[in-house]
Each structure stands twice: as C-alpha cells, then as structure tokens.
C-alpha cells in the first residue's frame, strides 16, 4: 500500500515533466525550423514548411526518447526495491 502512495503523486509529477519537456522540445524544433527558413531564405509557403517539419520530429526517435521520463524513475525504484529487500 505504501508504494502506491509514493507512485501516484509520482505519477503526477512525472506526466507534468513530460509535458512540459514535450512542449520545450517542440518549441525548440519549431524555432530551429523557423531559423533555418530565414538563413537560408526559402521561397514558398513558411508555415507548410514548419509543419512538415514538426510532423517529422513527432515521428522521430528524439521524440520518443522523452518517454524515458516515465520508464527511468520507475526502473530505479523497482531496483531500489528488490536490491533492498532481495540482496
């Protein structure tokens, strides 16, 4: 029962941290995107050229890697547990 009290509200304080980081990534990719339009002095449609390129960083694997901030504290919890209560 106790470990369910500490993975609620660390449940919470995880999913907030993910979406935080998921919206500073994308705001960073967006930026780098928008940047990269101007340097390079691009002819055509701006926010078409965003989008498809944020619809390439939702597939990508640094996307993904964002969810490691579920899977990392748990991982080191339950090897807490059992290096704990097993060694």
Do not use: C, Q
Not at 5 to 33: A, D, E, F, H, Q
Not at 61 to 74: A, H, N
Request: proline share 2%; no cysteine; glycine share 4%.
């Amino acid at each position: 029962m106790a470990l369910f009290r500490l993975l609620i509200p660390l449940l919470v304080v995880l999913t907030v941290v993910y979406v935080g980081i998921s919206l500073y990534s994308r705001w960073v990719r967006k930026t780098k995107l928008e940047a990269h339009w101007d340097k390079k002095r691009l002819t055509g449609d701006r926010e078409a050229f965003v989008k498809r390129g944020l619809d390439k960083y939702d597939r990508s694997l640094k996307r993904k890697l964002i969810l490691g901030v579920y899977v990392v504290p748990f991982v080191v919890i339950a090897s807490i547990v059992y290096f704990i209560n097993y060694t």
